[in-house]
């Protein structure tokens, strides 16, 4: 499973727009990049899934360049209620059922 | 909607004492999961199964053992706990194929070993 490397925590405030960028530089063929989020004392949600170029739901955006070593997700106007974990994920689109979860990114948005 | 429900939100047992957590899903999903999740460590996976009575081992087996005899049910046993294993512990379904598929978490259960 190619091993994902994200920033620890961001700060934003609301109504700005959050950029969150995951490395990936392992990833297979067939591998597909997912989002969670984790709010306090919850477990967490999945968000979005794309494999390249862009993917916009009504939660955020995901944008992926052609060689697919990074990803970057996209929070559009945030308010307070956006403040959670995010986890970025490199899920195998093959037989295989493991998700592998890192530390994910810690984003504080403020007032 | 989906649902995971899991037994209890806390718990806090002793040392030596024997461990059920249990877990119970209402979409008939064919994949549930344990994580636990700790300050620093993000989630990591302790047993999977894809099938009634199959399991799989995660990342991180060692003193934890799963049942499903029940498609909608998966249980995580702790056969004799230890304070190490204070944690956050996070149930998850799937409808079943690959890991493509989205997995829903229960609220977690607060596990506290004194």
């Known amino acids: 499973l190619a091993k994902t490397t994200q920033p620890i925590s961001m700060d934003s405030y609301e109504g700005q727009e959050v950029n969150i960028t995951c490395s990936h530089n392992?990833?297979?063929?067939?591998?597909?990049i997912t989002w969670y989020q984790q709010f306090p004392s919850q477990g967490p949600r999945f968000i979005i899934q794309?494999?390249?170029t862009k993917v916009t739901n009504e939660v955020a955006s995901l944008f992926i360049p052609a060689d697919r070593k990074s990803s970057t997700l996209s929070l559009p106007r945030v308010s307070l209620s956006d403040t959670a974990v995010y986890y970025c994920?490199?899920?195998?689109?093959?037989?295989?059922?493991?998700?592998?979860f890192g530390g994910g990114t810690r984003v504080l948005v403020k007032p | 909607d989906v649902k995971v429900t899991q037994s209890s939100r806390y718990l806090v047992k002793r040392t030596g004492e024997k461990v059920f957590l249990e877990c119970v899903q209402d979409?008939?999903?064919?994949?549930m999961f344990w994580y636990r999740q700790d300050p620093g460590l993000g989630l990591r996976l302790i047993y999977f199964?894809?099938?009634?009575?199959?399991?799989e081992k995660g990342d991180i087996p060692e003193g934890y053992s799963v049942s499903r005899e029940k498609k909608e049910r998966f249980s995580l046993i702790l056969e004799s706990a230890s304070t190490n294993q204070t944690s956050m512990y996070l149930c998850?379904?799937?409808?079943?194929?690959?890991?493509?598929?989205?997995?829903?978490f229960g609220p977690g259960t607060r596990l506290t070993v004194t």
């Open positions: 998850a379904s799937s409808l079943g194929g690959t890991s493509l598929e989205e997995q829903y």
């Open positions: 392992n990833i297979a063929t067939n591998d597909y």
């Open positions: 794309g494999y390249k």
């Open positions: 994920l490199v899920a195998p689109g093959t037989a295989g059922n493991k998700l592998t």
């Open positions: 979409m008939d999903h064919e994949n």
């Open positions: 199964s894809y099938d009634v009575k199959m399991k």
